[in-house]
Nanobody, 123 residues
């Protein structure tokens, strides 16, 4: 059973970069063969795909966020990290990491989720 756990600061200032790390454990081969994704949910709104990274290190980003998003990975630690630059209060919400079969905002392709971490952006 794969397990995903987010970590990172819960409070960032406007214009700064938000960095969140997801640690993956369990499963037969943890960080390979899937897409490892970040999804967020602003208050009172639905899920929004932020971006994904695959087992070759290729990245895929939401068109609305691509200019501010970078996802990296450390296979030795079974971790992948979201970097979201120039944040504003609009970027606040619950951020979850997840495993998916496609780099997509169609969440029917997702089979494992972290519990999420709440992010607040101060102005």
């Amino acid at each position: 059973q794969v397990r995903l756990q987010e970590s990172g600061p819960g409070l960032v200032k406007s214009s700064q970069t938000l960095s969140l790390t997801c640690t993956v454990s369990g499963g037969s081969d943890t960080i390979s063969r899937y897409f490892w994704s970040w999804v967020r949910q602003p208050p009172g709104r639905g899920l929004e795909w932020v971006g994904s990274i695959d087992d070759s290190g290729s990245t895929y980003y939401s068109p609305s966020l691509t200019s501010r998003t970078y996802i990296s990975r450390d296979t030795s630690k079974n971790q992948f990290t979201l970097h979201l630059s120039s944040v504003t209060p609009e970027d606040a919400g619950l951020y979850r990491c997840a495993r998916s079969w496609e780099p997509t905002g169609d969440f029917s392709y997702y089979d494992s989720w972290g519990q999420g971490t709440q992010v607040t952006v101060s102005s």
